[in-house]
Structures are given as C-alpha cells and as structure tokens.
C-alpha cells in the first residue's frame, strides 16, 4: 500500500515539473471553421441538433474549455483532441441547461492506455484509457488520446470513453462514484434503477447482453456503460433495451436523435 502511494506521488511531483515548463495551454476564446467542422463531420450527437441547440452546445463547449485544461503528456494536444473532451463533457449534461462541473480543474491526455499507476511505458500492463483520479489527482481526469478519438470517429460502435469517464464525474456528485446518481434520478426512478442495474449486470456475467462486458465491473461501471451506448448507439439501445432506455432518459433528461437507418 506505501509502496503504491510512494508511485503515485512521484508520477504526480513528475506531472507538476512536466507542467511548469510547459506553455500555458491554448485556450480558444470563439469556434473557428476548425472548431465547427470537427463538431460537424465528427460528433453524431452535435449534428442532430437543430442550429439553436447547436449554438448553445457550443457556447457551453467553450465555457468548459475556459475553465478545464487539456494537457497532452507524452503528445500534443490537437484542436480535435479540443472538441472531443469538451463534446464528451456536454453531452451527458445537456439536458441540464447551466449546469457546470465543479470537479475537475484539468483533462491530462496519454497517447496511449496506461495502467492505474499512470504509467505508459511499454514495459507496464497497460489496461487503462481512462480514469477519474483520486487522492494527490483529485479534480483530474485521464484519457488515452488514441481511444478519445476512437470514441467519436467511430460511427458504428457503442462505446465512447470521454462520456464514460465524464459520466463518472456526474456519477461523483452526490459524493461517490457508486452508480446511484441520486442528483439525477428523481427520487421514484431510484429503486427500479437499482433493480435494472442487478438485472443488467447479471444478464452480462450471464452472457445474455450486448451490453459492453466491462459493465458487470461493478455499479458505477454499468452506469457509464450503459450511457456510452445511450448516447452513441441511442436508436439500438431503444431496440434491444427499452426499459434501460426510458430509465436513461429520465436520468440525462434529453432523448438522443435516433437515427431510423441504423441497424
């Protein structure tokens, strides 16, 4: 235990150094062409949206950005790494109109997966792409830069990381990560919530879901699960998981456009 707190403390004394010699991050202070294309060509969700919902959506981005730094350790942060934290951060908060996050300070992005000790090297058991720290890292996140991506130039699948670990921090604001979010879900909704999480986590270990097997992990793990697929795959969770869905759109309070083309 001293000796995983001791890592821990030295890859976060490592981190500030890496910090301070750095250049303070770019803060984009308006959406450029660059800013609107990536949302246009490469965010499902902003391009459902009708143009005042798309303005808004933006103005909340850009309110994110201002107060939550992107850090690249190990790479540089491109202006679509930018949009994709700040898209991930929204969505699940935008059926709640001027809610903010009172919890992270800062997003550090890896190249890669890393393992809980926030190491990347090629020689550690890298298994994590994302994680909302703890303890010296609090009011932090960590993505893997290459699954951040993934999560949005990739159409078909339903799994998206920034939304997982943002959901997370949703998760965390009425004190713990535990799958309850009780700030969401209105107090009537939280029993069958609960029943519907025991019912879905048992049916993965059963083998009898598509729902990614990480979410039988625990509670919270399902919660962010099952919002990945909310939120990218809304017309087939629909489909094979309508209670899931309704309890869903109760907790987030938005319905995701469906689109009738997809299978």
């Given at each position: 235990?001293?000796?995983?707190?001791?890592?821990?403390?030295?890859?976060?004394?490592?981190?500030?150094?890496?910090?301070?010699?750095?250049?303070?991050?770019?803060?984009?202070?308006?959406?450029?062409?660059?800013?609107?294309?990536?949302?246009?060509?490469?965010?499902?969700?902003?391009?459902?949206?009708?143009?005042?919902?798309?303005?808004?959506?933006?103005?909340?981005?850009?309110?994110?950005?201002?107060?939550?730094?992107?850090?690249?350790?190990?790479?540089?942060?491109?202006?679509?790494?930018?949009?994709?934290?700040?898209?991930?951060?929204?969505?699940?908060?935008?059926?709640?109109?001027?809610?903010?996050?009172?919890?992270?300070?800062?997003?550090?992005?890896?190249?890669?997966?890393?393992?809980?000790?926030?190491?990347?090297?090629?020689?550690?058991?890298k298994t994590?792409?994302?994680?909302?720290?703890?303890?010296?890292?609090?009011?932090?996140?960590?993505?893997?830069?290459?699954?951040?991506?993934?999560g949005f130039t990739n159409e078909t699948d339903k799994r998206n990381t920034g939304i997982h670990e943002f959901v997370h921090l949703l998760d965390k604001t009425d004190g713990e990560a535990d799958g309850m979010p009780e700030s969401l879900l209105p107090q009537k909704h939280l029993v069958p919530w609960l029943k519907h999480m025991s019912d879905g986590i048992r049916k993965i270990m059963e083998n009898r879901s598509d729902i990614n097997p990480y979410g039988a992990t625990n509670e919270a793990e399902f919660l962010a699960v099952a919002a990945e697929y909310f939120f990218e795959r809304p017309d087939l969770l629909q489909a094979r998981h309508p209670e899931l869905y309704e309890l869903l759109q109760l907790m987030f309070r938005q319905p995701p456009a469906i689109e009738a083309d997809k299978n």
């Open positions: 235990m001293e000796i995983a707190a001791l890592v821990l403390l030295v890859v976060f004394l490592g981190w500030i150094a890496y910090s301070w010699k750095k250049p303070a991050p770019v803060i984009p202070t308006s959406f450029n062409d660059v800013y609107t294309g990536i949302l246009e060509t490469e965010v499902n969700f902003y391009k459902k949206l009708a143009e005042p919902e798309r303005k808004v959506f933006r103005e909340r981005m850009l309110n994110f950005l201002s107060k939550v730094k992107i850090t690249g350790v190990g790479c540089q942060v491109a202006d679509e790494d930018r949009v994709f934290v700040a898209a991930s951060a929204i969505i699940p908060i935008f059926g709640f109109p001027g809610w903010e996050y009172q919890n992270i300070n800062e997003v550090l992005l890896y190249r890669d997966s890393f393992n809980k000790d926030f190491d990347s090297h090629e020689t550690a058991e994590v792409l994302g994680m909302v720290g703890n303890g010296a890292m609090q009011h932090m996140m960590v993505l893997s830069q290459q699954s951040l991506r993934e």
